[in-house]
């Protein structure tokens, strides 16, 4: 009997890996900017997510949007909306989408793709400021998405 069981659940834990495939960023669908699916199948860390977005050596989101939740983040940026209440303006979808590349919902953005590998006219490497080179990635990883997505969805009004 408790063979079985264990049996059972190294075959749940198994599925579930299997189901949590990450979405490479040229696999991503968009759907009028939103993002339904997760890009991993695994939930976010929005403790992780705040950090990202506070993090000016990660997303940096602060170096353009203000984040009242943030507030020991100094330098906060005016030139995107301010995040606060994007757990209201936004759907989950809506935000995955605008964080993996925001020019898809907004067309004129300023805001990078942080989740986009092709396309670009004079991509770098990531923020060092020198060209991409052989390991060229979004400046974000699929995990990272979803955490920064479950912490916006944190910021009600």
Not at 90 to 101: D, F, P, T
Request: charged letters at 20%; proline letters at 4%; a negative charge.
């Amino acid at each position: 009997m408790r063979i079985s069981i264990l049996t059972t659940i190294a075959a749940a834990v198994s599925a579930t890996a299997l189901g949590a495939a990450e979405i490479a960023p040229t696999a991503v669908s968009f759907e009028d900017g939103a993002v339904s699916q997760s890009l991993t199948g695994v939930a976010g860390d929005p403790a992780n997510g705040s950090e990202i977005v506070g993090d000016k050596g990660q997303g940096n989101c602060v170096a353009c949007h203000q984040v009242s939740d943030l507030a020991d983040v100094p330098f906060q940026g005016e030139i995107g909306p301010a995040l606060d209440g994007a757990g209201d303006r936004w759907s989950e979808a809506e935000l995955r989408g605008i964080v993996a590349n925001a020019k898809i919902m907004f067309e004129d953005s300023m805001m990078p793709s942080f989740y986009k590998t092709e396309g670009f006219i004079r991509p770098g490497n990531a923020y060092t400021g020198k060209a991409a080179d052989d390991t060229f990635g979004p400046l974000l990883s699929a995990q990272q998405i979803e955490d920064v997505v479950a912490y916006l969805s944190t910021l009600k009004e």
